[in-house]
């Protein structure tokens, strides 16, 4: 399995985020009461906090899929995460920290 990732190093790179996102995904999705009171965002989010599980969790199956399976050819799949998890950072901390939300 690690051999068809090219080492331990790339086999850590998926599959690290591959847990953050099945867990992030999980308490957006199966925790969302106890996730909204842990971000004090206020009833109205439960939407939005349930499609950002969406899109996570999906991320973090296909990715366990791709662990389990082979990632070959399958770099639009990680090109995808990387992007999404830029785009996330840049904008999380730019709301959170640059703004004075939290």
Not at 28 to 43: K, R, S, V
Not at 88 to 93: A, E, K, Q, V
Request: with cysteine; charged share 10%; aromatic share 18%.
């Amino acid at each position: 399995m690690i051999e068809e990732f090219g080492g331990i190093i790339n086999f850590l790179a998926v599959l690290l985020p591959t847990l953050m996102t099945l867990y992030y995904g999980y308490r957006c999705l199966f925790g969302t009461d106890a996730f909204i009171e842990q971000y004090g965002n206020g009833a109205a989010s439960e939407f939005m906090v349930k499609t950002a599980g969406c899109c996570i969790l999906a991320q973090g199956i296909t990715y366990a899929i791709l662990i389990f399976t082979s990632p070959a050819e399958a770099w639009a799949v990680f090109a995808y995460g990387t992007i999404h998890a830029a785009l996330f950072l840049y904008f999380g901390y730019t709301t959170v920290v640059v703004n004075g939300l939290r």
